[in-house]
């Protein structure tokens, strides 16, 4: 399956690259995907292990931090 989904990507981007709204929709949709598959079929150890993997730096906040921060990131999520 990966296999599959590596060629559909690179076929949608050729396809999807012949101007500015067809990329922006390309972006939008496999950044969805991205986050669904992410959220939704990783493990917790496999998020971890792909973080690390990636180089990518990550640490949880608490429920504390996140309610600090609510009403900014929900007007950041609705001005985009």
């Keep these: 399956m990966a296999q ?12 999807y690259s012949r101007n500015e709204e067809l990329r922006k929709w390309l972006v939008t949709h496999e950044t969805l995907l991205f986050k669904l598959r992410f959220r939704h ?11 690390a993997t990636n180089e990518l730096p990550y640490e ?3 429920n504390a931090e996140l309610d600090d921060v ?9 001005s985009t």
């Design 4 to 15: 599959c989904d590596d060629f559909g990507h690179h076929i949608l981007r050729i396809a």
């Design 41 to 51: 079929t990783l493990s917790p150890s496999e998020r971890e292990r792909f973080l």
């Design 60 to 62: 949880p906040c608490s």
């Design 70 to 78: 609510r009403d900014d990131l929900v007007q950041l999520l609705e």
